[in-house]
């Protein structure tokens, strides 16, 4: 079951915050967080292994609540380059079989 | 550096003219995965590689084969492209570790069917 993440899409002005959600129906043990920008690969945010776990770098942040099956990702002060597509992401135990999320788009607009 | 190459940037083929995707990494990782991209989707897994252990997902078109000669290279084949296969092809790696390793992607394939 792939992950759904909400919302779907964000338009927010350089400098406004946004929170994106990745929410599992399975248990999840990790959550991956991936931005791709069009054309592009993804490319590696960050990744969260225990419940509870938060982590942070630059203004992009993360948690995860195990017990929710959640995962969320905090942008703050957004810039231009924040903009994009998010996924979560995570691996299924034992199997290497990963899956991503549904994807939010993201757009700052100056 | 170290790092997943894909080859080529851009395929062009006809209908049901076979076409084969290459990957190549330089990181020595264990795990490597060929994913589909359809616009405006998620990655969805085709199949994946635990050194020479390999996993095809259930839905993966019969149409979709994939090689591992050894660690460094990794190959999507499709034998007979219909229209719907037109999308970006994406190989990863992972070290492994039970969902704690990151992946590194390469830069894809776009690959148009005419």
């Known amino acids: 079951q792939q992950p759904v993440q909400s919302p779907q899409a964000v338009i927010l002005r350089e400098g406004e915050d946004a929170v994106i959600n990745c929410s599992s129906s399975k248990a999840l043990y990790s959550v991956h967080w991936y931005r791709q920008k069009h054309g592009e690969a993804p490319v590696f945010l960050m990744i969260?292994?225990?419940?509870?776990e938060q982590k942070g770098h630059d203004k992009i942040s993360a948690s995860f609540n195990e017990k929710k099956q959640q995962s969320s990702l905090y942008l703050t002060a957004s810039q231009l380059s924040y903009s994009g597509t998010y996924f979560c992401?995570?691996?299924?135990?034992?199997?290497?079989?990963?899956?991503f999320g549904t994807g939010t788009r993201l757009k700052v607009l100056a | 550096d170290a790092m997943v190459i894909q080859n080529p940037r851009y395929q062009v083929t006809q209908f049901g003219k076979p076409v084969t995707l290459s990957c190549s990494q330089t990181l020595n990782h264990n795990v490597m995965y060929w994913y589909q991209q359809k616009s405006s989707q998620a990655p969805k897994l085709l199949f994946h590689?635990?050194?020479?252990?390999?996993?095809n997902e259930a839905d993966t078109p019969d149409n979709f084969q994939s090689r591992r000669p050894n660690t460094s290279f990794c190959f999507l084949d499709i034998r007979s492209p219909g229209l719907g296969d037109a999308a970006m092809y994406l190989c990863?790696?992972?070290?492994?570790?039970?969902?704690?390793?990151?992946?590194?992607f390469g830069p894809g394939t776009r690959l148009t069917v005419l």
């Open positions: 992401g995570t691996e299924i135990a034992g199997t290497y079989k990963y899956i």
């Open positions: 590689y635990y050194d020479k252990d390999f996993n």
């Open positions: 969260l292994l225990k419940g509870g």
């Open positions: 990863a790696t992972s070290r492994g570790g039970g969902g704690a390793a990151e992946q590194f």
